[in-house]
């Protein structure tokens, strides 16, 4: 199965930009569902964006709709996500996910296959 690799995470200050990367180890733009998951200590993981193969929809977060940017590099086999005017409730760490394509990319608990994560913080 296909395995996913985190970087791109940092600190900033709020109203800053970061841009993640997950690094693919095949293909995923037919095969693959994949998204944007974070989490907090004593919280639960939460889906940030979910985006369907072969140029399908992406669906985002309420809390990120606006400021987040999904896409995929095809060529580098690589997701990212562009984020944009950070607030301090955005501090998480965060993972790329992908799971084999289905009738539904949307269920944050239908994904199994799961990259390191990679640490974001935003200072006020």
């Known amino acids: 199965q296909v395995q996913l690799v985190e970087s791109g995470g940092g600190s900033v200050q709020a109203g800053g930009s970061l841009r993640l990367s997950c690094a693919t180890s095949?293909?995923?733009?037919?095969?693959?569902?994949v998204a944007w998951f974070r989490q907090t200590p004593g919280k639960e993981r939460e889906g940030v964006v979910f985006?369907?193969?072969?140029?399908?929809?992406?669906v985002y977060a309420d809390s990120v709709k606006g400021r987040f940017t999904f896409s995929r590099d095809t060529a580098k086999n690589t997701l990212y996500l562009q984020m944009n005017n950070l607030k301090p409730d955005d501090t998480a760490i965060y993972y790329c996910?992908?799971?084999?394509?289905?009738?539904?990319?949307?269920?944050?608990?239908?994904?199994?296959?799961w990259g390191q994560g990679t640490q974001v913080t935003v200072s006020s």
């Open positions: 095949e293909y995923t733009g037919t095969n693959y569902c």
């Open positions: 985006n369907k193969p072969g140029g399908g929809s992406t």
């Open positions: 996910a992908a799971r084999r394509y289905g009738p539904d990319c949307w269920t944050p608990q239908t994904y199994n296959i």
